[in-house]
C-alpha cells in the first residue's frame, strides 16, 4: 500500500484503533532489508530530537528520569518530549505530520497501529542498525518482537507493554477449594461451583469479558482453536463452525447467568466495581490496571492466564518505541540510541514499576531488582511463566477496521440478546468487502 492512499484510507477511518499481531514476523525474516545505514559516526555535535509519546501523568516522574539518564551518557543529544495526547490522538497527529513532511524523530506505536502504519511506509526498518551494531534480540520475548515486527522487519521494541489476564478473588476461590480454569472444560466446572443465583437472578458471576475492545475477547477465538481469517488472510472464516465455538458458548454462559459481558459507556467502571464488591468472581482484564485492583480490594487478589484448549495466548496491550522513516539520517542515529537506552535490561525493571507496566526482559527477573519487584508484586510472575505466549495481535493492515464489525456482532448478542449465527455470516460479508477493497 503506497503511503499517500494509505494515508487517505486513515483519514476516512480517523485511525480506529482496536487491536493487532498474532502472527507477526521478527526481524531476518524473508522480506526486502532497508539499506544498512553506514557505520555509526563519532559525530559529538549537539542535536535535538523529539519524543512523541502518550505517556499518562504517573508516567511523566519516570520518563524524565530515563531521559535525564539517557543525557548524562549521550550529553551532546537533547530529548525534547512531547505529549501528544492519547493513542488514537497521537496517530492522526503522526499522520499530519507525515503529511507535512515534519515528522519527530522517534515515537510511540500503539500495538494495534503498527501493521497499518508500517505496511503505509511511516516507521523505519530498524533491522539494518541492529545487524550493523550487534543488537541482541534474544532477552525479549519472541511474541514481544513479533509485535513490533511487520513482513520480516523489525520496525520497533516493547516498551509499556501490558497483557491479557485474568484477575480473580482468591479467598473466594480458595474458599470454595478452586483453582482458577485452564481449559474450557474446567471452565463449565468453574462456573457451576461459582455462580450464584437467587430466584433466577445471578449475584454472583464466575466471569466478566469485556467487549469494549477486541483485544479483551480475541484470545478466546484462538484459544478455542478458532480463526478470524484463512490462513492467506483473503477471506474471514469467522462464521464456520469451528470458528463459532467461542461465540456460541459466551452466549450459552450468558443465558446459563455465569457470565457477564461488559460492553457500552461505563462498562469498565461497572466492572471494576462488581469485581471489587465480590459480584464477579475472575474478570478478564488488561496486566495495566493490576495495581489498581490490588490498592482497591479487600480481599487477597490473584493472577491467571486465559484458559485455551488448542493454545494458551494472551495479546499485548500497550505500545512500543519506533522511528520515524522521514527523519534526517542524524536524527535517526540520535533516535536509535535512545530506542535502545528506553528498552535496555538495566533500567527495565525502574521503568516497568514506575508506568505500571510490564518488564520487558527475560534477563532482569532473576537480578536483585527484579527479585524485588516480584516478591513486591508476586500476582505479575503468571504473565512471565507464559512470557513467549504474550503475543501481538492478528497482523493484517485492515484489522483495525474489520474487528470492529464483528465487535459489533458481540455487542449486539449483550445488548439485544441476539442470535449471534446470523449476525455473524453478515459479519463475514461485511469483512470480506473490507478485506477485497484496493
Not at 284 to 310: C, I, M, R, W
Request: aromatic content about 10%; hydrophobic content about 40%; some cysteine.
Amino acid at each position: 500500500m503506497k503511503l499517500k492512499k494509505w494515508i487517505s484510507a486513515m483519514a476516512i477511518s480517523s485511525l480506529m484503533l482496536t487491536a493487532v499481531g498474532c502472527s507477526s514476523t521478527p526481524a531476518g525474516g524473508a522480506a526486502d532489508e532497508a539499506k544498512a545505514p553506514p557505520p555509526a559516526s563519532d559525530d559529538k555535535s549537539p542535536i535535538t530530537i523529539q519524543y512523541w509519546h502518550s505517556h499518562n501523568d504517573d508516567q511523566i516522574k519516570t520518563l524524565n528520569y530515563m531521559i535525564g539518564e539517557f543525557q548524562k551518557k549521550y550529553p551532546n543529544i537533547t530529548i525534547e518530549p512531547v505529549f501528544q495526547g492519547g493513542y488514537p490522538d497521537l496517530q492522526n497527529k503522526l499522520l499530519a505530520a507525515v503529511s507535512a513532511h515534519n515528522v519527530p524523530a522517534v515515537t510511540n506505536a500503539e500495538v494495534s497501529a503498527l501493521p497499518s502504519m508500517a505496511d503505509g511506509g511511516m516507521f523505519a526498518d530498524l533491522t539494518p542498525y541492529m545487524k550493523r551494531d550487534n543488537f541482541d534480540l534474544n532477552d525479549f520475548s519472541k511474541g514481544m518482537l513479533g509485535a513490533y515486527a511487520y513482513n520480516g522487519k523489525q520496525y520497533g521494541l516493547p516498551l509499556i507493554v501490558s497483557a491479557g489476564i485474568n484477575v480473580y478473588n482468591k479467598t473466594l476461590l480458595d474458599s470454595l477449594g478452586l483453582k482458577p480454569p485452564q481449559t474450557w472444560d474446567e471452565m463449565e466446572d468453574f462456573n457451576k461451583k461459582v455462580t450464584v443465583k437467587e430466584n433466577g437472578k445471578t449475584t454472583r458471576y464466575a466471569l466478566e469479558i469485556p467487549a469494549w475492545e477486541p483485544f479483551y475477547f480475541d484470545p478466546w477465538i484462538f484459544n478455542s482453536g478458532g480463526a478470524i481469517l484463512s490462513a492467506d488472510g483473503k477471506t474471514s472464516v469467522l462464521d464456520q463452525p469451528a470458528n463459532m465455538k467461542w461465540i456460541l458458548t459466551f452466549q450459552r454462559w450468558m443465558q446459563e447467568g455465569s457470565l457477564q459481558i461488559g460492553y457500552g459507556a461505563g462498562a469498565s467502571d461497572t466492572m471494576r466495581q462488581m469485581f471489587l464488591n465480590g459480584q464477579i468472581a475472575m474478570v478478564d482484564h488488561t496486566s495495566a490496571v493490576l495495581k489498581t485492583y490490588l490498592q482497591n480490594a479487600k480481599f487477597e487478589v490473584g493472577v491467571s492466564f486465559f484458559p485455551g484448549d488448542k493454545q494458551h495466548i494472551s495479546h499485548m496491550g500497550g505500545a512500543g518505541i519506533v522511528m520515524m522513516d522521514g527523519a534526517p539520517a542524524k536524527e535517526k542515529e540520535a533516535a536509535w540510541k535512545f530506542i535502545q537506552f528506553m528498552s535496555d535490561a538495566e533500567h527495565n525493571i525502574k521503568w516497568a514499576e514506575g508506568t505500571g507496566y510490564l518488564p520487558t526482559r527475560k534477563s532482569v527477573v532473576n537480578t536483585e531488582e527484579g527479585k524485588a519487584y516480584f516478591a513486591k508484586y508476586p500476582q505479575y510472575k503468571v504473565v512471565f511463566d507464559n512470557f513467549d505466549n504474550v503475543v501481538g495481535r492478528p497482523q493484517h493492515p485492515k484489522y483495525q477496521e474489520f474487528s470492529k464489525v464483528y465487535q459489533n456482532v458481540v455487542g449486539q448478542m449483550v445488548l439485544n440478546k441476539a442470535d449471534p449465527t446470523p449476525l455473524m455470516k453478515d459479519a463475514v460479508k461485511q469483512i470480506n468487502q473490507i478485506l477485497s477493497d484496493k
